[in-house]
Each structure stands twice: as C-alpha cells, then as structure tokens.
C-alpha cells in the first residue's frame, strides 16, 4: 500500500506557503509512489513536522530549523522508493 506524506505546520507562523511547495516537490518526484500529501494545520505554535504514514521523519524543532528539499526527497526516497534515482538531488 502506497504512504500518505503528511506535513503539519504552523498557520500563525504562516508556514502554509511553504508546506504547499514541499507538497509539489513531493508530489512532482514521488507521484507514483505515495498515496498523496496531508497539508494539516497545527494546534501547536511552532510545529512543522513531516510524516510518512504514521513515521515521523522530520520535526523543525528538534532539528532547529527547516530541511531543504533536496534532503527531505532523500528521505521520503529512503522509506518509499530506495531504488529510486533522484538524479541531480542524488549528487553531492
């Protein structure tokens, strides 16, 4: 069964803008592999967590601050598809 992404954020700090663009990203790269993407706002201030199914596998503030997409691909990439090829994200 394919993974739902799920990216709770924060709406008062107006991270919506944000979480929809990583949703793109997602959803651009990973579109025959993922069920699809959860925007979720948050009762929490602050939160901006990212999910893979019920696997946390990004938090902003245990990390002190936000991932670029080409790492968080990566790891999507790792639990979803690990044969997958990133192409230029791939590259270091």
Not at 13 to 40: H, P, S
Not at 59 to 70: H, L, M, P, S, T
């Amino acid at each position: 069964m394919k993974p739902t992404i799920t990216i709770e954020y924060c709406p008062k700090c107006n991270w919506l803008l944000r979480a929809a663009y990583m949703a793109q990203e997602i959803l651009t790269t990973f579109g025959e592999d993922v069920k699809g993407v959860l925007l979720q706002p948050s009762e929490h201030n602050g939160r901006y967590t990212i999910y893979i199914d019920d696997k946390k596998v990004f938090d902003r503030k245990a990390v002190g601050g936000f991932i670029e997409i080409k790492s968080l691909k990566q790891l999507i990439r790792d639990v979803v598809n690990p044969d997958k090829s990133l192409g230029h994200s791939d590259k270091k």
